[in-house]
């Protein structure tokens, strides 16, 4: 298994399956807490991303494929996702620049990069009930992975499963960003939309390495 | 849209197409010469921010002398900041990105483009928006030295065009003007006195320097500004 361009693109397939699949549970929970627009959203972003993949020479990349990615979804998601994820994988994909395969370093800069962009964005911290807190356990996750001598799988792995708890952690908090922030203690009991969309793209990321 | 050259374009951003539409609409009326652009809902017309409309809205308010984007929610700041990262240092380096409400701070914002403030004007009238009430509405601090009290005779009152005709040429002067004790200089301060026709304004400066401001204000509200 190698996380090179050819991944990258299957990882983009799999997430807009993923996105159309998921878009209803999405505009469901944004519903409670948001304005029910994240599902549609994170959909139509992605469909739009899908039509502009085969473009893409089959030499590219994986950082040229979150480059496409990232300006994609900036012009098409129209909800504050859109930014989010777009300066997510735009500085992921900087972090890459010109790496044909990502090897563990990479994948972990990859995935901080990532991260950062979400935070220097959106300007939430960990506990603020946003996407960050899906991905900085992902992060911290892939790093300890990584530090153990995990493969690239095993730390794709291990950032998803980090993901996906830290979604369902937001549960029960107050939002501190976002539409939600406006709903004080009625948004305790809802996960918040944009980790569970954060989690959703890394287990994403994670199935398409298993099965490479 | 009269494009208007060395004057700091608008760009109002908005969820809703209706919102950055209407408010053209309203900020026209007082700044019928300054470039603005609406950019509201998305590229297909639903409700959210367009990253393309914002980015072009910029390209078009732009006469060289800066743009203030005005936004609503969230996504249209982290939208409008996303637009500044891809734009050149030199574009970059000339647009602002203010906080403050709508359609308050897009009027305000309006006036001072017109009258030829600077881009740091600009942004500071949109910003006095928030607390364009009390903050600009405080009284004078020394006894008024040159007063007049004029009725308004025209049909729509200090308000919308004829305000905007006021407070551009309160601005003209250096003194210090008051109506009502509120800041002649400030179009939210004046609009928020709600003055309409029949009713009296008093025109006053603490600076003797003021006395020409004084009786050219109270000459134009006296002439009715063209109006019925």
């Not at chain 1, 983009?12 to 999405?26: D, F, K, W, Y």
Request: net charge negative.
């Amino acid at each position: 298994m190698k996380l090179d361009g050819t991944w990258a693109k299957a990882w983009i397939r799999t997430s807009a399956a993923v996105m159309n699949e998921h878009r209803v549970e999405l505009i469901d929970l944004d519903r409670e807490i948001g304005d029910g627009d994240h599902g549609e959203n994170m959909d139509r972003g992605f469909q739009a991303v899908l039509l502009k993949l085969d473009d893409l020479s089959s030499e590219a990349n994986p950082g040229d494929v979150f480059k496409l990615v990232a300006t994609t979804l900036i012009s098409t998601v129209g909800g504050a996702a859109g930014p989010l994820y777009g300066t997510a994988f735009l500085k992921a994909a900087v972090a890459i620049t010109g790496s044909a395969d990502l090897d563990g370093a990479a994948l972990v800069a990859f995935l901080a990069a990532a991260r950062d962009g979400i935070v220097l964005r959106g300007k939430a911290e960990p506990g603020d009930k946003t996407m960050v807190d899906a991905w900085t356990p992902a992060v911290d996750a892939a790093e300890a992975a990584r530090a153990d001598g995990a493969n690239d799988l095993a730390i794709l792995m291990a950032a998803a499963a980090a993901a996906e708890a830290g979604a369902e952690a937001t549960e029960p908090w107050v939002a501190r960003k976002g539409r939600a922030s406006y709903l004080g203690e009625r948004a305790i009991g809802h996960r918040d939309p944009g980790a569970q969309s954060s989690a959703l793209l890394l287990r994403a990321a994670a199935d398409t390495a298993a099965t490479a | 849209m009269t494009a208007t050259e060395g004057l700091v374009g608008l760009v109002f951003i908005s969820h809703s197409s209706k919102i950055a539409d209407g408010l053209l609409d309203l900020a026209t009326q007082m700044a019928p010469q300054t470039r603005m652009v609406p950019a509201g809902g998305t590229d297909d017309g639903g409700i959210g921010t367009s990253f393309t409309k914002v980015v072009s809205g910029i390209a078009q308010a732009d006469a060289g002398a800066g743009v203030v984007l005005l936004c609503d929610l969230g996504s249209a700041i982290l939208t409008a900041e996303t637009a500044l990262d891809f734009l050149g240092d030199a574009a970059r380096a000339r647009v602002r990105i203010v906080d403050a409400p709508l359609v308050e701070g897009g009027v305000a914002a309006a006036a001072a483009a017109e009258i030829g403030g600077d881009i740091e004007s600009v942004v500071r009238a949109a910003q006095s928006a928030a607390g364009a009430v009390s903050a600009a509405g405080a009284e004078p601090a020394l006894p008024p030295v040159v007063t007049r009290t004029v009725t308004l005779v025209n049909k729509d009152g200090l308000h919308a065009r004829p305000a905007a005709d006021f407070v551009k040429l309160a601005n003209t002067f250096e003194a210090r003007v008051t109506v009502n004790g509120r800041d002649a200089s400030s179009l939210l301060a004046v609009m928020s006195l709600g003055l309409i026709r029949g009713m009296t304004a008093k025109i006053s400066s603490s600076d003797e320097a003021g006395a020409a401001a004084v009786a050219a204000l109270g000459d134009l509200l006296e002439s009715g500004f063209g109006e019925e």
